[in-house]
């Protein structure tokens, strides 16, 4: 098996759902690791903390 290339990600060039996520991430504390290990180096518990979040938002920019 090989290892999957990494590819840089461009906080300035993201679609609005990414951007998002990655605002999400700053604010708890967690964009560094993502930026350096991936989104695979969170835990599930910061995963879901993250998702809900940007459901949460999502929610509120409808009404």
Same mark, same amino acid.
């Given at each position: 098996?090989?290892?999957?290339?990494?590819?840089?990600?461009?906080? %300035?060039?993201?679609?609005?759902?990414?951007?998002?996520?990655?605002?999400?991430?700053?604010?708890?504390g +967690?964009?560094?690791?993502? +930026?350096? %290990?991936g989104?695979?180096?969170l835990?599930?518990?910061?995963?879901?903390?993250?998702?809900?979040?940007?459901?949460?938002k999502?929610k509120?920019?409808k009404?």
């Amino acid at each position: 098996m090989s290892k999957k290339k990494e590819k840089k990600i461009d906080l %300035n060039n993201l679609e609005p759902g990414e951007k998002l996520k990655y605002e999400v991430a700053e604010e708890l504390g +967690l964009l560094d690791r993502v +930026l350096e %290990n991936g989104w695979k180096s969170l835990t599930s518990k910061e995963t879901g903390r993250i998702g809900g979040i940007v459901t949460r938002k999502r929610k509120q920019e409808k009404r």
